[in-house]
């Protein structure tokens, strides 16, 4: 029986809480290869300020934590303070995955990447009950760990 290597599969999120949404989010990362590898980036609390106009209720440091816990993860870190591209080029991700409402700094991610000589595939995962499973439509008592 063939040996295959771990795939590393990249996501980013501010995860302010966890919900369903992102473990379905986490999961269908994990099932884009047999042997997958996922590491989840956590945004900053400077950059979720500047993309969503406030502070997350949770500290990046908290947020962090909270995503080490969740079981679907193998590697948690911190995103890029100024710049988005350095901290994934550190992790050399196979694939890119990114939730369906992933619009900040992906659309010249690809090429980006490439100029910095990494070649990466860039995936769009599909939505989650969206109507329900957005963090400013929930109330953080129900987040899941």
Do not use: W
């Not at 997958?36 to 209720?57: E, H, Q, Y």
């Amino acid at each position: 029986m063939p040996t295959y290597q771990k795939v590393k599969v990249m996501i980013f999120g501010t995860f302010d809480g966890l919900h369903k949404g992102h473990l379905n989010l986490f999961k269908q990362a994990r099932k884009l290869t047999r042997k997958t590898f996922l590491i989840v980036s956590v945004a900053r609390d400077r950059n979720v300020l500047k993309i969503k106009g406030k502070l997350p209720i949770l500290s990046e440091k908290k947020r962090m934590i909270l995503v080490k816990n969740c079981l679907l993860v193998d590697k948690v870190v911190l995103s890029g303070v100024k710049n988005h591209i350095p901290h994934i080029i550190k992790e050399s991700p196979d694939i890119v995955a990114l939730g369906y409402d992933q619009k900040v700094y992906v659309k010249n991610l690809k090429k980006d990447l490439k100029n910095k000589g990494i070649s990466v595939k860039i995936v769009r995962l599909k939505p989650y009950k969206e109507k329900i499973y957005k963090n400013h439509l929930l109330h953080i008592s129900q987040s899941y760990t």
